[in-house]
């Protein structure tokens, strides 16, 4: 930082901010249909290379403010991956979302990728205060859960590894979801994809509030894992939003969100069927809005939205 005071030099003009907004249609790449708004470009990083993405607008005003001048304290935070992009919160420690696009040649299975070669790591993109270190897993009680699955990631080695930088991990209860329940619902989601031209998924946490009986008021808490203020905060739950492109053009879509706890294994997964505009209001965002002058059809109408019976092995290295 420089020092202030110095004689002749001239004020800098106080920071242009164009805000982001939490709009998720930009970055799935590949649908074209039309715009809303204005669209400006945000940039998303990994270690090899910038990526320059529309992202929806409305008609949002340039804010120039003298408080700006040194900066915002607010970044989007959104980087891409091989197979995925995530934006991820400084103060929760989790990722705000996950985007992947999913085909049927995505899911190949490349010979040379090995599971067993990734390892979870810290995220050198993040800033060192809000970093995770798979350590502070340990003893938890929690699973290393994540968002965009490895079994997602089988297309390379590259994309593999990225699967286990913990800005992709999630705390999430082992035994009865994240090794059972949720592994299914990730399988489900994968043979979806093998029926449509493209499928967009969404996957992210979500802190939902509880009923107090007695006093009939509503309050959000969770646990955290670390200690203070180095914290990772426990989401009660997960949400998944898909976003189906059929052949025809046409597009089906379907909104899920599951509790961060032990699910029976016979429950039907229509149960945590949820509208996407709920989801949206619990998150903050707003998924697919480039698409809001199209028509979306219901996905679990049009297909059969129901779990295998499978059961899958144990994820390495979860815990």
Aim: hydrophobic share 35%.
């Amino acid at each position: 930082m420089r020092r202030a005071g110095g004689r002749g030099r001239s004020r800098a003009p106080p920071q242009v901010l164009r805000g982001f907004r939490p709009a998720l249609a930009g970055l799935a790449a590949g649908i074209c249909i039309g715009s809303i708004g204005s669209l400006f470009l945000l940039t998303v990083e990994d270690d090899e290379r910038k990526l320059s993405v529309p992202v929806t607008r409305r008609q949002e005003p340039a804010i120039v403010h003298e408080a700006l001048r040194y900066g915002a304290p607010s970044k989007a935070n959104v980087h891409a991956r091989s197979g995925y992009v995530v934006s991820y919160d400084y103060r929760t420690r989790n990722a705000s979302w996950v985007l992947e696009y999913l085909t049927k040649d995505s899911l190949q299975v490349v010979e040379d990728t090995d599971r067993t070669k990734s390892h979870f790591s810290v995220d050198v993109l993040t800033p060192e205060p809000f970093r995770v270190h798979p350590n502070v897993f340990t003893k938890s009680g929690y699973d290393k859960g994540h968002l965009a699955p490895a079994r997602d990631m089988s297309s390379s080695q590259k994309a593999m590894d990225e699967s286990f930088l913990m800005t992709n991990i999630s705390p999430q209860v082992g035994v009865g979801f994240n090794r059972t329940y949720w592994s299914r619902f990730e399988g489900f989601v994968r043979h979806l994809a093998n029926q449509f031209d493209g499928l967009y998924v969404v996957t992210g946490p979500l802190f939902l509030p509880k009923k107090n009986k007695k006093t009939g008021e509503f309050h959000v808490s969770y646990p955290v894992l670390g200690t203070p203020p180095d914290v990772v905060a426990v989401p009660t739950h997960f949400f998944k939003v898909l976003l189906g492109r059929k052949r025809d053009g046409s597009f089906l879509t379907a909104g899920f969100i599951l509790p961060n706890q032990v699910i029976p294994e016979q429950k039907n997964l229509l149960d945590f069927l949820t509208p996407v505009d709920v989801i949206e209001k619990y998150a903050g965002l707003l998924f697919f809005d480039k698409l809001d002058h199209v028509e979306k059809l219901e996905l679990c109408k049009e297909t059969k939205c129901a779990l295998t019976k499978a059961t899958y092995k144990r994820a390495v290295g979860a815990q």
